[in-house]
């Protein structure tokens, strides 16, 4: 046979290419599926893991619980060491350092001092309420004063508070401090301990402008510019007064109809329009 000639096409029989062996990504994939159906339905307290239950019409097995039988002995329980709920360390509540608040009026009344100025109280519905009161011939030399005020929403005890310290030609004494502590003691329901009176009055004392987060009241020392003998210590309360605790959003825009100075005042907390006072 030439060699040269063209050989007849034949066929050649070949078995198909066997598929690659993909089980282990399979199985890979079903896991991953599978973790993130389990994190998904045991999230939440198996609270979706339930709901799904309730839409299939599936029951869930009830854990057993236990009822624990209760004394009926009148005797109290004992707090074995105080319970500590400060968010600085050094510091701890306990039992019978607060009391419960009073009335507005009747924190107003209470801040009745000797021969010094009946405290004035006001409220509308509007407003809130107020109480103000002036005290003079304090300190060493007798020539200093401190002008006293706490506010507060209607029926609610006070949210802002503010001391108003007249030193005159004299220094911020411990028995200033002690007075204006006092004030803060009372209006704001804080806790009678004696170290933190004792830091506070240490940091007053010391005429040195400070912020410090007393539970959940903010103070605020500082002293006025341009007057070397005035200082303010004011106090505000940090709780959320909105329900679920909501943040609040303040408008950004002029609404209609509404004055332009009603819509600055509306953006600002309360403690900074607090009108001047002239002592």
């Not at 419960?100 to 809130?128: L, V």
Request: net charge positive; aromatic share 8%; proline share 10%.
């Amino acid at each position: 046979m030439d060699p040269m000639a063209p050989r007849p096409y034949s066929r050649m029989a070949a078995s198909p290419p066997r598929p690659a062996k993909r089980w282990p990504l399979i199985v890979l994939i079903l896991a991953v599926i599978g973790g993130v159906a389990a994190t998904v339905l045991f999230a939440n307290d198996q609270r979706n893991l339930k709901t799904l239950s309730l839409f299939l019409g599936i029951p869930l097995p009830v854990p057993a619980t236990s009822v624990a039988t209760v004394s009926t002995s009148s005797e109290v329980a004992r707090i074995s060491k105080p319970i500590s709920r400060w968010p600085w360390p050094g510091f701890t509540i306990a039992p019978g350092l607060i009391e419960a608040n009073p009335t507005p009026a009747d924190m107003c009344s209470r801040q009745a001092a000797g021969a010094q100025e009946i405290p004035a109280f006001a409220e509308s519905e509007q407003r809130g309420w107020e109480c103000s009161m002036l005290r003079d011939g304090l300190g060493a030399n007798r020539s200093a004063s401190l002008f006293l005020q706490a506010r507060g929403l209607i029926h609610e005890p006070a949210d802002n508070i503010r001391v108003k310290f007249n030193l005159a030609s004299g220094e911020l004494d411990g028995e200033l401090a002690t007075q204006a502590l006092a004030f803060f003691h009372l209006a704001a329901a804080m806790p009678r301990d004696p170290a933190l009176s004792e830091t506070l009055t240490k940091m007053l004392t010391t005429q040195a402008d400070f912020y410090f987060y007393a539970g959940y009241q903010g103070l605020t020392f500082r002293q006025e510019l341009g007057n070397p003998g005035r200082y303010n210590l004011i106090g505000t309360d940090r709780t959320s007064k909105i329900p679920a605790d909501h943040p609040r959003l303040w408008p950004t825009k002029q609404e209609t109809g509404m004055p332009k100075q009603a819509t600055k005042t509306a953006r600002v907390p309360r403690l900074l329009t607090l009108p001047a006072v002239n002592d």
